[in-house]
């Protein structure tokens, strides 16, 4: 009688464990970048496609917001990268998702075609407050003490000459967490901390959207196609959800 309970016990753990694993949702987070593609010869918008066409993804996740995934090409490319929007337009096969998200006051509405230059909005404030204080010398002293210029012009190098494969091992991530975590302490109680608050708040909404999508889509291949700068955060955020398995090497050829 115990032999058949063991093993009764033993097929049902069986028989979880592999609808646990049938579940597992296949997670590509690639890393882009933007204009860059037009120049980087190891890593051009050809091996975008190339990279897409050879993981089959079920679904496409853009740096696009949800609620301006089916605008016409002409809005799209007035807000957003060239990749973004030429990816939105192909594979018809795989469904598409939006993850970007550009402030809370323009929530679930169609951008104003002043919206880049509008410094009242909250997207505006941002990058007018990025101009300030790189005129701050106060603030650009303690970013060179902090090495922020050297972060940069690593991340630079690495975008300009690296492919995918080699944007993923998690060099890259590693100098974008140290660059965001020496510029939260550089603005901390400062009259720029809007500036990294909204950045931080901005990447951790992208990462949530990702996870979201991730979660209501147990099972499929998703691609998600972000910068560079934002994919740090959504690895760290996807790496401990358990139905999620992080795909990190690529065919782009």
């Known amino acids: 009688m115990k032999l058949k309970i063991f ?14 694993f049938a579940q597992k949702t296949e997670l590509l987070i690639l890393p882009t970048i933007h ?15 190339n990279i897409i066409k050879n993981f089959k993804p079920d ?19 007035k807000f957003y990268n060239p990749e973004m929007v030429m990816f939105r337009n192909e594979f ?10 550009m402030g ?15 410094s009242l909005n909250e997207f505006g404030k941002f990058r007018l407050m990025n101009q300030k204080l790189m005129r701050d010398s106060a603030i650009v002293k303690a970013r060179i003490e902090k090495g922020l210029p050297d972060l940069i012009s690593k991340r630079g190098k690495m975008m300009a000459g690296l492919g995918a494969n080699q944007l993923m091992t998690g ?17 901390r109680g400062t009259p720029y901390q809007y500036y990294d608050d909204f950045q931080v708040m901005r990447d951790q909404k992208i990462a949530d959207n990702i996870k979201s999508i991730a979660l209501k889509n147990k099972g499929k291949r998703i691609i998600v196609l972000t910068g560079a700068n934002h994919r ?20 782009d050829n």
């Open 7 to 20: 093993l009764a016990s033993t097929i049902v753990l069986s028989q979880l464990i592999s609808v646990s």
């Open 35 to 49: 204009a860059g593609h037009k120049r980087n010869v190891s890593y051009n918008f050809d091996h975008v496609r």
């Open 59 to 77: 679904i496409i996740a853009l740096e696009i917001r949800p609620e301006d995934l089916d605008q016409d090409t002409s809005y799209l490319h």
């Open 92 to 101: 018809p096969e795989a469904k598409k998702a939006g993850i970007d998200f």
């Open 104 to 118: 809370a006051d323009v929530a679930g509405k169609p951008l104003p075609d002043n919206f880049l230059k509008d």
């Open 171 to 187: 060099e890259y991530d590693a100098l974008t967490e140290e660059f965001t975590v020496s510029q939260a302490k550089i603005l």
């Open 232 to 251: 740090n955060r959504a690895v760290k955020l996807l790496r401990m959800v358990r139905s999620v398995k992080l795909v990190n090497l690529v065919q």
